[in-house]
């Protein structure tokens, strides 16, 4: 598994600053980073994903936490991970058995040394 914490703690300090109008000094942590991205990327495990991750920075919606889901019948099932805030895995959950919408919990396997998904449906 990848580490990301200094990669993603440099991205939220150098935002900080360049939003703020101030030269970032910090040099970027991690030299080999867009090499593992782009070796990994596209690797046969994953090949079976069809993800799309949805990001919304609307300002009329910067204050609402849920966003509504107009998906028609492309959608077809929501994972979910192990750090899902509860509020949020509720109104999703909500939402798709409405939609008649799969639903998974996914999480890792720590006694593989593959670090394997664990995908359990849900009811």
Known sequence: MYNATEVASWWLVNSFLTSNGLPSTMPFPDLLYWYKAF??????EYSIEKEWRFICKC????????????????????????????DIKDHLRTWAYSHKIEEYDVSLDNKSDKFDLLVHPLK
Do not use: W
């Open 39 to 44: 070796l990994f990327k596209d690797i046969a």
């Open 59 to 86: 300002e009329a919606k910067s204050n609402d936490p849920f966003l509504e889901i107009s998906c028609g019948n492309r959608l077809k099932a929501i994972y979910y991970g192990p750090y899902i805030e509860a």
